[in-house]
Structure formats: structure tokens, C-alpha cells
């Protein structure tokens, strides 16, 4: 029999909260170099200025353990539970939460979580949105993902025809970002998710935007053409950063897949601002 | 790239007629925040023939909500919301005297419209750097709505505030011309 791992709901809980503050302040550095590159690429001078912005910001929010956005998320957290785990001390979940409240209270981080009816602010921006996966081995990962709400708005969950193929998917993407415009915080980083169920296509789509920025899809050479030739037609938009024009509306399309029914072609896009982030650690 | 021009609130009637789509500005002065639920609140007191608990005329509203401030901080921070969510209320908030609007993205035709009849303007601000604009505020405090938390109307003394004219006088937009120069055939 294999030997089961106790971990302590103290433990995630300190994870949970180190993570979101880390995450609020210190841009990763995938982030960083594809802001740079832009910058260097760019020709129109207001998105420069934009995009050198974003990268002084960066370096302010680093020292001074500001949030880089005041928008510090709805907090998504994705845990991969290794079967031979026990979790001791208390409830799992609620471990998870206390850490999402503690980091949210004593990071100083704002609480943008409320009643949908009301409008009533929950006061320690809980509930956390948990995703759950059961892997083999005996270790818990953590990845801590504030997700702003102006990009979320610019994102859906459609049903594609059967028969749009690669083509129509591409399309559909594309035509999402155009119409998000302004609006999302441009450079976007594109989260896809493609087949499953229309559940499942938004989890793929959320989980693809934890990937490195621009690091291309490993799994599937059709994905990972799909991801360069859906960030090339994005970037001729035009929008450019913040709207201002310029050809950097994208900094990267990050595509996931699984299988779906024969009826249906679950699309779901995910918009993620340039405030990209997200930590991750394992314990 | 022009300098931006230095732009003292209360932000006139002129000041607007002057301001063209693309002009960066910086902005001095002192202004209020509010957003998704405090425009709600205030648009149901238009509806009821009330007063407001602040004053609007000759005002310039930044849709945000910063986030808390730190021990010795002015306050945490602090930048635009998505605008197009206020379009609804708006026009009637300029009807009443509203001058000048802070925010990013779209607006829609009406808000547009309204910007033209009652000489206003809206100003972008750039999403996703709240580190380095929170050092352009001087002064925070809340005047409305506390119960909101960070929806809360305050107010804020400003200095320096990087800002870019989206919507003008005239009709001009910002969003609309970059599109169009930049997917012209070159």
C-alpha cells in the first residue's frame, strides 16, 4: 500500500494567502518580456508610451508592494490533490478560503466580491473560486490566479456548428477580442477552450491562461499553429495597447482541447488584461 | 508625440470645447470616484426628484475603486473601471451638470451625444497601472456611500493626473480613429 502524506490545513492556508499577495504586486517576468518585445516592435508612439508605462508600474508595484491594478480579482484558485494526500486539521475548502481572506485583509488588497442581487460586498473578497483535481502522488500545487472583472466581461461560452472547424474557431476568436475593443485592458492574453462540455470549455479556457505567456500549446501542433496564427490576425486589429492604437492588441493566445459530442463545438474565450497573474507552488 | 497640456479643476464648459480626442493632459485639482452601485444610487435620486448627497455640477467623476491603503499611505491603488457599465446614467448626470468623466473603453452613442450637447468630456486613463498613478493623489477621503467599501464615493485631490481625451466636443474618438489609421493599407 502506498504511504499517505499528511499536509496541515495550516499549510495550504499560508500558501494560499503568501500567493495572492505575491501575485497582487510582483508582475511574473513571462508578463514583462512580452511587454518589452512589444515595445520594441511597436511604431505607433502612444502605444509605446503605454507599454513603457506597464513596465515602470511594474517596477513601482515590485518595490513598494502596491497592487499593480486596484482591481485585485476574484480570487481563482486551481489545487491538484495528490491521491495519497491527507489533509489534517480541518476542512480542506474552507483552509483554501481563510487563506484567500487573510491575504485579501492583510495584503491590503481590495475586496471586489458581492452579492449578485444586492450588490452587498462579502468585506474579505471570499468566496474563492476552487477547481479541484485529483492527480497521482502525494503532493498538493497551488496556483493562485486574481482574475480582474474588466476582462472577464469581455469573455463567453459559445456553441460552434459542428462543422466551423479550425477556421470558424479562429474567426470566433478574433471577433471576440474586436468587439471587446478598448475595454478589456489591451495587451490581452487570450485564454481558448475548446470541446468538453460548455462547463469544461471554460475551465479550459481559465486553465490556459495559467500557462507561461506565449508558451505555445505542447500537446497538439495544431494548437500551438492555431495560437500564432490567431495572435497574428488579433495584432492587425489595430486596437493596439489601452485602444491607443498599434499593433499589439495581443500578447499571446493560449489554446486548450479536449474531446467533445458529435453535436457540439463548445468555444469558450477568456479574456485576461496584461495584469496577468499568477503563482503557483507546491507543497 | 505633443506634451500633455496642464488642466486645473473645476473643469469648465470651455476647457471642454478646447480639449480635442488625443490630447494627453495632466490633471490638477480635486475630483470624486464612483461607479457600478453609487451611479445606481445617485440615478434613482434623479428618478425620485431628489437631492444628492454630493454635488455633480461642474464635477469630474473617475469610475474607480482603489484598493486600501497601507499603513502611512494616502490611499492604495487606483485606476479606471470599465466606463461603458455608467453609460446608462451618465447623460442624465451631465444633464445635471457633470463636466468630465474618467474611465476606459467605449462609450456608447448616447454618452457621446451627451458630451456634445452639454460640452463635456471624457478622459481615459490607463487600466492596469494603479501602482504608479496611486502617487498622483494627495488627498483621499470618503464623502458618500461608505456602506459601499471600495465603491464608495471619495473624493480626491490630484496632481499631475496622466490622462487622454477619448470623447470630445466634436465628436472626435480616440478608440475609433486608432482602428482606422492603424488598419489603413499602407
Redesign the interface.
Known amino acids: 500500500m502506498d504511504t499517505i502524506r499528511e499536509i496541515p490545513t495550516t499549510l495550504i492556508t499560508d500558501m494560499v494567502k503568501n500567493l495572492f499577495i505575491k501575485a497582487s504586486?510582483d508582475l511574473g517576468e513571462d508578463v514583462l518580456s512580452a511587454v518589452r518585445r512589444a515595445a520594441e516592435s511597436e511604431h505607433?508612439?502612444?502605444a509605446r508610451?503605454?507599454l513603457d508605462?506597464?513596465i515602470?508600474?511594474a517596477q513601482?508595484?515590485k518595490e513598494?508592494?502596491?497592487?499593480?491594478?486596484?482591481?485585485?480579482g476574484l480570487a481563482v484558485v486551481f489545487v491538484e490533490i495528490g491521491q495519497d494526500v491527507h489533509v489534517t486539521g480541518g476542512d480542506f475548502n474552507e483552509a483554501v478560503q481563510e487563506g484567500v481572506r487573510r491575504a485579501y485583509t492583510e495584503g491590503?488588497?481590495?475586496?471586489?466580491v458581492c452579492d449578485p442581487i444586492t450588490?452587498a460586498?462579502t468585506?474579505d473578497n471570499t468566496p474563492a473560486i476552487i477547481h479541484t483535481e485529483i492527480v497521482p502522488g502525494d503532493k498538493i500545487h497551488i496556483i493562485a490566479m486574481p482574475k480582474g472583472?474588466?476582462s472577464e466581461?469581455m469573455s463567453s461560452s459559445v456553441m460552434l456548428l459542428p462543422s466551423s472547424g479550425l477556421e470558424g474557431i479562429k474567426n470566433h476568436i478574433v471577433q471576440m477580442v474586436q468587439q471587446a475593443?478598448?475595454?478589456?485592458?489591451p495587451p490581452v492574453i487570450v485564454g481558448v477552450g475548446i470541446g468538453g462540455s460548455i462547463e469544461k470549455s471554460a475551465l479550459l479556457a481559465k486553465k490556459a491562461l495559467a500557462r507561461p505567456v506565449g508558451e505555445p500549446n505542447r500537446f497538439d501542433a495544431r494548437l500551438s499553429e492555431l495560437e500564432g496564427e490567431t495572435l497574428t490576425e488579433i495584432n492587425?486589429?489595430?486596437?493596439?495597447p489601452?485602444?491607443?492604437?498599434?499593433?499589439t492588441t495581443a500578447l499571446a493566445v493560449h489554446v486548450e482541447m479536449m474531446p467533445c459530442h458529435i453535436a457540439s463545438l463548445p468555444v469558450t474565450v477568456n479574456i485576461q488584461?496584461?495584469?496577468a497573474r499568477h503563482k503557483e507552488a507546491t507543497i | 508625440?505633443k506634451n500633455p497640456i496642464t488642466i486645473h479643476t473645476p473643469i469648465t464648459k470651455e476647457i471642454c470645447e478646447a480639449l480635442r480626442t488625443g490630447d494627453r493632459v495632466l490633471l490638477n485639482g480635486s475630483i470624486i470616484t464612483g461607479r457600478?452601485?453609487a451611479h445606481k444610487r445617485l440615478f434613482n435620486l434623479l428618478a425620485e426628484g431628489k437631492d444628492f448627497p454630493i454635488k455633480i455640477e461642474g464635477e469630474t467623476i473617475f469610475y474607480?475603486?482603489?484598493?486600501?491603503?497601507?499603513p502611512g499611505r494616502i490611499i492604495?491603488?487606483?485606476?479606471p473601471?470599465?466606463s461603458?457599465r455608467m453609460d446608462a446614467f451618465a447623460p442624465e448626470l451631465m444633464r445635471a451638470g457633470l463636466r468630465g468623466m474618467i474611465g476606459?473603453?467605449?462609450r456608447s452613442d448616447e454618452v457621446k451625444a451627451a458630451i456634445m450637447k452639454y460640452k463635456a468630456v471624457y478622459f481615459?486613463a490607463?487600466?492596469?497601472?494603479?501602482?504608479?498613478m496611486?502617487?498622483c493623489i494627495t488627498k483621499a477621503e470618503v464623502i458618500a456611500y461608505e456602506d459601499?467599501?471600495?465603491?464608495a464615493i471619495m473624493r480626491l485631490e490630484i496632481k499631475d493626473f496622466p490622462l487622454?481625451v477619448i470623447n470630445d466636443t466634436k465628436g472626435g474618438d480616440?478608440?475609433d480613429?486608432?482602428?482606422?489609421?492603424?488598419?489603413r493599407v499602407r
Do not use: W
Open positions: 504586486s505607433e508612439e502612444l508610451y503605454a508605462k506597464i515602470e508600474n513601482i508595484a513598494t508592494t502596491l497592487p499593480l491594478c486596484q482591481d485585485t491590503f488588497l481590495r475586496k471586489s450588490r460586498n468585506g472583472g474588466g466581461n475593443g478598448p475595454n478589456p485592458c492587425k486589429l489595430g486596437i493596439g489601452q485602444g491607443y492604437g498599434g499593433t488584461c496584461h495584469v | 508625440m457600478d452601485t474607480a475603486a482603489p484598493t486600501p491603503p497601507g492604495g491603488s487606483i485606476g473601471t470599465t461603458y476606459k473603453g467605449k481615459g490607463m487600466g492596469g497601472i494603479a501602482a504608479l496611486s502617487s459601499l467599501g471600495p465603491e487622454i480616440l478608440y480613429d486608432a482602428v482606422s489609421r492603424n488598419t
